[in-house]
């Protein structure tokens, strides 16, 4: 039968056999490419399946594993049904969808349907004759079910029907993740969100809604959260596709789910019963061991032959003996491999290290490891597999050569196959043994018949409940886990993504014990009849002692067995070691367990009677109505398995739906306290209108289901016809309809579902991208939807996954969906969840633009994106991320370089010398090496590295030619060291340093003759020199070989002239001469080693060499002779040029006389050395000479040349002039010199004889180096942004740091005063990105000011809001949209961009005027105000009015408020008394008071979600825990009274009132021991700064710290506000 479907459906489907798996004759899996796919879904054809050129066979069966993924090979699993002609022909497609638009058509319809059930009530009570016939009548005959396609955005639409000669098929997508899958194995996925498994319900009530009107008929009591796919987006997508003959007139249930599992699984025979029955049939030894161990393996989900979730049984013994050396089974085989020492020592470890997120406390990673299976199954799996999975080596002797070494060696559990299967032994590798037997079993047969009989023997047995504990009981969580060493890993580490395999607890009490006979006369304990207790009420006397034989199985009825000889004999015989107690003690255990894991024994047959005899009460009902009842009833077993899984999912599997509702509904009574509340009352609601009660409704179900059909006199309703509340029998959209009150969901639920189905639906579950027509329609929904999300972080959730599809789509429709989105979603996350869930999409979305895109493109580089950007992540997150991806972006292409220059020069502008240094110079410097590195044909173009060396340029000149010297000449004169320096000189040594000759080319124009002269000696010592030293060395080969050597000499040939031509003739022949010395001094060795080498030492061949040019225009290759080491020549000559004072140079000699007779040994150094030798002839060649020597003639004049040149004057001159000579010839008399030789071309340059003479009287101010032209140009930047003084100090000090340092480093620099206020500041706050503070004083002005940089000493307010009646006492900026709170007794709330008022709370509004304020961090928009009545009033600023108020004291008065620190959860508040009360602003109870100071709190600030500082009078500052009324730590070494505190990093900054600025090590950054008792100097301040009276006048009363510039703002009483550094 299989092997005719797979051929069948090989021959239909054009796919070849191999990959098909049967699962039943209906229904199969195949795997087919993506071409198949698309031709199948697109134009409705099947084509030939190329899938045997994607995967080879081997990996077929891996693939058919549920928890494997075919996607990422090119291949996808479909899913086959195979149905018969005749109903495919009847395929529907339903479209329709409809819902209540108002109030009144809901009271309407409800209406309508209680009339119509009142009229078919009377119908039956009422003789006939009085009403008419109608087609509404009980006498309609059955509606014909067909083959029905449903189009529902939570429907797994099938792909199509292909029509066969016999059969059809209906081809679906395979389905994987499942609800069922996530309860099991991935619990968090739900559990951790209470909006998450409520918007599960909801889907599933649309889902019901939209069949209930589409296909009334339609019967899906079959269903189960095992058919319905779930993915990463929490979207459910049902497979209820089915097919039912025409003339079928029995139930309508869904064909049960497909079947998950792909192979052939061990499974007891009487797996259909339910658990209670089987865990009876084995207590009662009516099912053996191995049956019912493979039942609880199929419980939880394992599947056979899949090596992530194989089936496991346990290790039963070391196999030494035949029926000895049992295993011990209250402990998991992977504790008694490990042992306990170590197992405690691994969890110990884990708990201290689980606050760093390190890893998960635990005992048990698994039970069986794919590694364990593929070892154990060694002898049958293919060697290909092995070495994928094991080992990528073959070494056969490295498997276990026995079982016992098996055994021995596994710490993980054992499988079926050991017991069942012989083969398993054989090997089908020839170099591997067959797996080697104990000494007991004759072969591999006679071993698991005797393992199997082990397995089944009275010792395993009576110990099996304990390993049934520890494997899939309660030792498996909580505290007995933890005692029993058994904390499994999958089970704790809180996983939330989807998984299709794990550890899965089934029970959570101890399992019963197997009963063990007692001889041969014993108790026998009847599982049916423990409902009704073990005895029979009224046994008191002797007589009524009885022992009862094991006779087998009770007959009902019949509690015991009187043994009549004993009955009569005077005296009561009982077996010696007859134990009545132990009986009784299995009995009380089995009846916990069944009252906890299982569900009731059975049904009494009362309620089958009592509905019996009332049928004639009941509402005959028509056959859509019983389908609608009957969905309601699998609506709430959905419901309850979903709410109720950890307790459920080991007891409804393939059930009917009459036992299904019974289980459910009896562990619903048992657990009902447990569920929320919005699921409690409908599920009571429905329940409690039954028409029958739960266990009628239950009899009702079994006896349609065990009937063949249904008469129309059997069909009643199962709900009343009128609900206790007036309403018809429950709908799903009655459920669904907020005016009903049945249900509560979230009233975000129907805005979001109704977006996200739109997105769904629009993109085909994004695997098409979202269409340019459509964005508009998404803008209007998506912020309606952000609107009602607000606050509401776990709709927020829900609707992510499907924001970060559609940032993941391919440009442009990503970068249009950003542009259109990002601001509105991130507002609504904050800054934290930002950069959490956002950042690394928005990131990608970067990257992934290429330089070829439209304008669209450019528009995420433009400044007002920009300004989103750094608002949103916060300043800290954008300069560290954003920057680099725009300095990268312009170093790979010319992608719209102008876009980007323009926002990269506002950035610099924006945010100041030293951010710019650090996160935009230092980048710049970086990818300009990385442009030279990517570049593989030599030349780099001018359009890449040319922008951002404009960027160096314009930093430059925004802050000053300080840039020049303190960052970018010391940083290339560090990049050449460290090149050169290396172990090996890479292609990116080399890339660097042609990128440092082309930056410093282009930036000495721009030096200032001053600055040029002062770094004149070390630009040659630390870059010139040994630039040309690694020219010449000899110790290392270019990656690129000749040509690049050549290329950088030529480069250096460059700078040095461009040097030379800015300072001019005079300073050029004083500073020079040492370079150029040394740079011609290698043509002379040049010559001299090449005359060695061919065996010519004679001085006069120099004069007579020719050098020839080719038609090319470069020299010959047999111009120069390869130069070679000669006996009389060594490297002294470099030693003794200028170069050797620089260290870097010395490293770059030639190699010493020691290598050279090493090299002379080696025939592989020889070779490299041949190969250097030719670099360099290949370097300084004629070509080079003559473009050096010709300018630097030009430049210097021919007779001061032949003065420093001496004695290879000759040799240069001749080696040039013959170049020359040689380009004049290729290129002809009518032809133009090619543009390398213009180099030399001028007026001014004269031959005299064997000289280049340069005129003496003209001075080359302006020269043109090969297009870059040397002429002094000035910055033209703004001179007052240029650093000097403190600034260029401050400036200096930061760029010195290392990244690593999180300090302040407080050196009292003054940078800025602020002027404009006529009294004392009150208060001070600063906006988040750092460009503007706020001040307020008792002028009764809040001013606004720039941080913009200027190196103006006096800084004016860029606005000032004058609408305060009284002094502001207190300023507060809104995170979430940079809106300003100022209060004076009344709140204003203004926007500091514009000055406009948007509202005002009066102090009327708080009974009594406002003493402190403070705002909640984003995304919060709501600000706490405290009044003097030690109120707190919540201030929602978005909807402009006041929310709910708390009290912050209980009993008598503490004080009044005087400040205040908040997260979005708690809040903290000081009093003047020195209280401290800890309020929960979600549900408003004070959480802990407690005394904290002697003296009135005078400031708090936080430091973590969990930990705040407070700062009081009584001279200390406080560490707290909100858990906590024991501080952490007490700083107590301040003189003074603490004015404020703030916090930076690891450091508390704290100021007192006499001007002194106190630094403390912050509590988290020392160890366990430092903290106790004040250890370690922590309470001590590690820097007190006395602020000097020019620094700051008056006395300072609050300052603010810039984290990203480590700047302080400080005020004083004077009204005097300066930036300190």
């Known amino acids: ?238 497979r209820i596709c089915h097919s039912i003959p025409q003339d079928s007139t029995k139930n309508l249930q869904v064909k049960a789910s497909e079947q998950q599992e792909i192979s052939d699984t061990v499974t007891p025979k009487d797996f259909d019963e339910t658990i209670a029955n089987t865990v009876d049939k084995w207590v009662c030894g009516k099912m053996n061991n191995f049956d019912y161990l493979m039942y609880l393996n199929k419980l939880t989900g394992r599947r056979s032959k899949d090596p992530h979730h194989h089936p496991i049984l346990p290790w039963i013994s070391d196999l030494s003996s035949f029926n000895g050396g049992w295993r011990d089974l209250s402990k998991s085989k992977y504790r008694l491999n490990k042992g306990d020492d170590q197992l405690y020592l691994q969890y110990a470890m884990a708990e201290d290290n689980s606050c760093h997120g390190a890893q998960v406390p635990h005992h048990v990673p698994d039970m069986l490891s794919d590694i364990t299976y593929y070892v154990y199954m060694a002898r049958r799996i293919s060697r290909d597999v092995l070495q994928k999975h094991v080992r990528s080596y073959w070494e056969p002797n490295e498997y276990p050569s026995t079982i016992q070494r098996i055994q021995e060696w596994s710490p993980d559990e054992c499988i079926p196959e050991f017991f069942t299967d012989p083969t398993v032994f054989y090997s089908v590798h020839p170099d591997m043994s067959n797996l080697g037997l104990p000494d007991w079993a004759e072969s591999p047969e006679d071993f698991v018949l005797q393992h199997m009989e082990m397995l089944e023997s009275p010792q395993v047995s009576a110990k099996l409940h304990e390993w049934i504990d520890v494997t899939f009981g309660y030792k498996l969580s909580g505290k007995h886990a933890v005692q029993s060493m058994n904390v499994c890993r999958q089970l704790v580490d809180h996983h939330t993504d989807p998984h299709t395999q794990g550890i899965v607890q089934l029970f959570t009490t101890p399992h019963p014990q197997r009963r063990m006979c007692c001889g041969d006369e014993a108790l026998i304990l009847n599982p049916d009849q423990l409902d009704g207790g073990f005895l029979s009420p009224g046994v008191e006397t002797a007589k009524d002692a009885l022992v009862v034989q094991e006779t087998g199985e009770l007959k009902s009825g019949d509690d015991i067995i009187i043994n009549d000889e004993i009955y009569k004999s005077p005296k009561i015989s009982l077996p010696v070691d007859y134990e009545p107690f132990k009986w009784l003690d299995q009995l009380e255990k089995l009846l916990l367990f069944k009252s906890r894991d299982t569900e009731k024994s059975s049904l009494s047959t009362t309620f089958c009677e009592v509905l019996q005899n009332d049928n004639d009460l009941k509402t005959m009902c028509s056959l859509e109505d019983l389908t609608s009842d009957k969905n309601m009833l699998l609506f709430i077993c959905l419901v309850l398995e979903l709410y109720l899984a950890p307790q459920l999912h080991a007891k409804v599997e393939r059930l009917p739906l009459s036992k299904r509702f019974e289980v459910i509904t009896a562990c619903y009574s048992s657990y009902k306290a447990e569920l929320p509340s919005g699921i409690r009352y409908p599920v009571d609601y429905m329940l409690k209108n039954l028409a029958a009660g739960i266990e009628g409704t239950c009899a009702q179900l079994m006896q349609w289901e065990s009937t063949a059909g249904l008469d129309c006199k059997q069909r009643q309703r199962l709900f009343k016809s009128t609900t206790n509340r007036g309403f018809p029998p429950p709908i799903p959209g009655h459920l669904l309809h907020t005016s009903m009150h049945i249900m509560h969901f979230p009233i975000y639920f129907d805005k979001l579902y109704t977006f996200l189905e739109y997105l769904l639906v629009t993109t085909d579950h994004y695997t098409t991208p979202l269409l340019e027509s459509s964005f508009p329609e998404v803008n209007v929904s998506l912020n309606e939807l952000l609107h009602q999300l607000h606050g509401r972080h776990e709709g927020l959730e829900i609707l992510l996954p499907h924001v970060l599809k559609l940032l993941q789509q391919p440009p442009p429709h990503s970068i249009n969906f950003l542009m259109l989105a990002f601001d509105s979603i991130a507002q609504e996350l904050g800054p934290k969840e930002s950069c959490k869930v956002l950042l690394p999409v928005v990131v990608n979305v970067y990257k992934t633009v290429s330089s070829h895109q439209d304008k669209l493109s450019t528009l995420i580089y433009t400044k007002p994106f920009i300004t989103q950007l750094y608002h949103r992540f916060g300043l800290q997150v954008f300069m560290d991320t954003f920057p680099c991806l725009m300095i990268e972006k312009l170093g790979k292409s010319s992608f719209d370089s102008e876009t980007i220059i323009s926002s990269l020069q506002w950035i610099i502008m924006k945010f100041g010398p030293t951010l710019t240094s650090k996160y935009v110079v230092r980048h710049v410097l970086r990818v300009l090496n990385t442009c030279f590195y990517n570049s593989t044909d030599g030349e780099v173009p001018k359009e890449r590295f040319q922008p951002l060396i404009n960027c160096l340029i314009f930093s430059a000149s925004m802050y000053g030619p300080s840039y020049f010297t303190l960052q970018y000449i010391p940083y290339l004169s560090h990049t050449v060291s460290s090149a050169i320096r290396g172990t090996k000189f890479t292609g990116r040594a080399c890339a660097a340093l042609e990128a440092t000759t082309t930056i410093l080319t282009h930036l000495v124009p721009y030096l200032t003759d001053k600055i040029l002269m002062e770094q004149l000696s070390r630009l040659s010592k630390e870059i010139i020199l040994p630039l040309i030293g690694m020219l010449a060395a000899k110790n290392c080969s270019f990656p690129l070989g000749g040509p690049q050597r050549r290329r950088l000499c030529l480069k250096t040939v460059k700078l040095i002239l461009a040097i030379g031509v800015r300072i001019g003739r005079e300073m050029a022949r004083l500073h020079l001469n040492e370079i150029l010395q040394s740079f011609f001094k290698n043509y002379e060795l040049s010559i001299s080693n090449g005359l060695s080498r061919n065996n010519t030492h004679c001085d006069d061949q120099v004069e007579d060499l020719v050098f020839t040019i080719p038609s090319s225009l470069e020299p010959a290759s047999d111009s120069i002779s390869a130069m070679i080491r000669s006996s009389g020549l060594n490297d002294s000559w470099l030693s003794e040029s200028p170069n050797s004072l620089h260290a870097s140079s010395e490293s770059l000699n030639m190699t010493s006389s020691s290598t050279k007779e090493k090299t002379s040994t080696s025939l592989q150094n020889r070779e490299l050395e041949e190969k250097i030798l030719a670099e360099i002839s290949e370097t300084f060649c004629p070509e080079t000479a003559y473009h050096a020597y010709v300018p630097f003639t030009r430049l210097m004049g021919g007779i001061h040349m032949e003065g420093i040149l001496k004695p290879n004057h000759e040799l240069i001159w001749k080696l040039s002039s013959n170049y020359g000579d040689g380009l004049e010839e290729a290129c002809g008399p009518n032809n133009k010199v090619s543009s390398s030789s213009k180099l030399s071309s001028s007026a001014n340059i004269t031959m005299v004889g064997n000289r280049i003479v340069l005129d003496e009287h003209t001075e080359p101010n302006d020269y043109s180096t090969d297009g870059i032209t040397v002429q002094r140009k000035d910055l033209n930047g703004n001179e007052n942004s240029h650093l000097t003084g403190n600034w260029l100090a401050y400036w200096e000090h930061e760029i010195g740091l290392p990244d690593t340092d999180n300090q302040i480093h407080f050196n009292q620099i003054n940078l800025q005063n602020f002027t404009g206020h006529n009294g004392a500041i009150r208060c001070m706050c600063v906006n988040n990105s750092e460009e503007w503070f706020a001040t307020g004083g008792k002028d009764k002005a809040v001013k606004i000011w720039s941080l913009q940089n200027t190196t103006s000493d006096y800084i004016k307010p860029s606005y000032v809001y004058t609408s305060h009646k009284k002094s502001p006492s207190h300023i507060s900026i809104l995170e979430s949209d940079n809106t300003m709170l100022t209060c004076d007794g009344s709140v204003h709330v203004w926007d500091p961009y514009t000055g406009q008022t948007i509202t005002t709370f009066d102090s009327s509004d708080f009974k009594s005027g406002i003493v402190c304020l403070e705002s909640l961090p984003a995304p919060n928009r709501t600000t706490l105000a405290a009044n003097s009545d030690s109120i707190i009033k919540v201030v929602d600023v978005r909807a402009q009015s006041l929310a709910q108020e708390y009290k912050t004291n209980m009993g008598p008065s503490v004080g009044v408020i005087r400040t205040m620190c908040a997260t979005s959860t708690w809040v903290a508040v000081g009093f003047s008394s020195g209280v401290i009360s800890i309020i929960d602003i979600r549900m408003g109870p004070i959480l802990r008071m407690w005394q904290a100071h002697d003296s009135d709190i005078t400031t708090s600030c936080l430091i973590s979600p969990t930990n705040f500082l407070t700062a009081s009078m009584d001279q200390t500052v406080a560490h707290w825990e909100t858990t906590s009324t024991t501080p952490r730590m007490v700083y107590r070494s301040i003189t003074e009274p603490v004015t404020t505190v703030r916090t930076y990093h690891t450091e508390i900054v704290s100021s007192s009132s006499s001007n002194r600025i106190n630094i403390h090590r912050l509590l988290n950054t020392g160890t366990e021991e430092d903290f106790q008792n004040g250890k370690g100097g922590l309470d001590k301040p590690t820097t007190v700064t006395k602020l000097r009276s020019e620094t700051l006048k008056g006395t300072l009363s609050t300052f603010r710290i810039l984290p990203m510039k480590r700047q302080l703002l400080v005020s004083s009483d004077s009204g005097a506000i300066s930036l300190l550094a």
């Open 1 to 238: 039968m299989e092997e005719n479907l797979i051929d069948k459906l090989s021959q239909e489907l054009k796919v070849p056999r191999a990959y098909f798996k049967v699962l039943d004759e209906k229904s199969a899996i195949a795997l087919v490419d993506a071409d198949w796919i698309e031709a199948f879904k697109d134009e409705d054809q099947v084509v030939e399946s190329s899938i045997s050129d994607v995967i080879s066979e081997q990996e077929t069966e891996e693939l058919f594993r549920l928890s494997s993924r075919c996607e990422d090979k090119g291949t996808f699993k479909i899913s086959i049904s195979v149905v018969d002609l005749d109903s495919a022909e009847h395929l529907k497609l339903f479209l329709s969808k409809s819902k209540y638009h108002s109030l009144g058509k809901l009271c309407g319809d409800i209406a309508k349907q209680n009339y119509r059930n009142q009229l078919l009530i009377s119908h039956q009570r009422f003789p006939h004759n009085y009403f008419p016939a109608s087609s509404e009548s009980v006498n309609d005959e059955l509606c014909e079910i067909h083959l029905e396609l449903l189009s529902h955005s939570n429907l797994l639409m099938p792909y199509g029907i292909v029509k066969g000669c016999a059969n059809s098929y209906i081809i679906r997508p395979f389905l994987g993740h499942s609800v069922r899958h996530a309860l099991m194995y991935s619990p968090n996925m739900l559990s951790q969100s209470n909006s998450k498994p409520l918007f599960l319900v909801y889907q599933i009530l649309q889902l019901f809604k939209f069949l209930h009107r589409s296909c009334p008929s339609l019967d899906l009591c079959g269903l189960s959260w095992g058919d319905i796919a779930l993915n990463e987006l929490m979207w459910l997508r049902a």
